[in-house]
């Protein structure tokens, strides 16, 4: 996006001076009798962006709340830059973007963001920010009559323009046109890229893979998996392809290499893993021609976050 790099030149990333971005040791946190949070572990690097993922009721809200000073934990440590998030120094080096609401429905756009401006030393500038975002044409525009989207963009804005060290990221693509998405994916890089250090939470499994030098899974409070989106995914690659539901996969597994594995799902979709390769891929489509099956999108290609998320947590609705 033109202009980026040049609007959040000298963002306030910070010194890294070893201490991590976020550290999180043995975090607790309970509701009466229920317990959302159960002994959660994790670091975030500095500089870096963190994508933390989980299915709703994980505990990704509360652990983020926690870290942003809004709630108190039950037990375990929390350093947010090597602070007590409580702790009120702590404030103008953190930018925070609610997934909702925050802002006055009748504040106009660009009033507003000009208004949050004026709580920082040295903020950015507000009317490159909302050209840089889109809303230059809306600056005017009441909060309560701007679009889903530009009300994200404008919570997006309001996150940055204090030249922040460590930003929080809530679902900030949630509801964006695909051009408004990359327009934020495009911000989130530049940010990385002046050393500011970005915490995200998202459902959306490709934007994490695109933006996270490091991802975090985390279900019934606690960390069940982490590393690069790389090191997550693997090399392995794997056979889709879609046919009539219902395949006898035992009957596949028999012609197919040992250590191969097959699975139908969602209903009508077939995965095959192993050693995916010419043999493999003659086999199948022999065994299918056997039996009169026809194949459609059949295609080679490699473990996605979406599918290590699923494997996970699991198909069921929460």
């Not at 050209?131 to 600056?139: E, I, V």
């Not at 994490?208 to 392995?236: R, Y």
Request: aromatic residues 4%; charged residues 20%.
């Amino acid at each position: 996006m033109p202009g980026v790099d040049d609007t959040l030149d000298s963002t306030g990333g910070g010194q890294d001076d070893g201490v991590p971005a976020v550290l999180i040791d043995g975090l607790v946190k309970r509701y009466g009798s229920t317990t959302a949070v159960a002994g959660l572990t994790l670091t975030c690097a500095r500089g870096a962006v963190t994508a933390i993922l989980g299915p709703n009721g994980a505990g990704k809200t509360s652990t983020i709340e926690i870290c942003e000073g809004f709630r108190r934990p039950d037990g375990g440590t929390v350093r947010v830059l090597g602070m007590d998030p409580a702790d009120p120094r702590l404030r103008p080096r953190l930018g925070i973007m609610p997934q909702t609401g925050g802002v006055p429905p009748a504040a106009r756009a660009g009033e507003w963001l000009r208004t949050v401006s004026r709580f920082y030393a040295h903020p950015l500038d507000p009317d490159a920010l909302l050209g840089l975002l889109g809303l230059a044409g809306h600056a005017r525009t009441p909060y309560r009559r701007l679009s889903g989207g530009q009300q994200q963009r404008l919570s997006l804005a309001a996150a940055v323009i204090g030249r922040p060290e460590l930003v929080f990221l809530d679902e900030p693509t949630a509801g964006l046109d695909p051009q408004a998405r990359h327009a934020c994916w495009d911000l989130v890089t530049a940010l990385r890229a002046a050393g500011v250090s970005v915490v995200l939470t998202t459902h959306q499994m490709d934007e994490a893979e695109k933006l996270s030098d490091h991802v975090v899974v985390v279900d019934h409070g606690t960390v069940v998996a982490s590393g690069t989106p790389q090191s997550l995914t693997g090399a392995e690659r794997q056979l889709r392809f879609r046919a009539r539901p219902g395949l006898d996969l035992e009957e596949l597994l028999a012609a197919l290499p040992p250590g191969s594995a097959a699975k139908e799902s969602p209903s009508g979709h077939y995965i095959i893993e192993g050693q995916v390769g010419p043999q493999l891929l003659a086999t199948v489509t022999a065994w299918c021609a056997a039996d009169g099956v026809t194949t459609e999108d059949l295609r080679i290609e490699r473990r996605t976050l979406e599918d290590v998320f699923l494997e996970l947590t699991g198909r069921e609705l929460r």
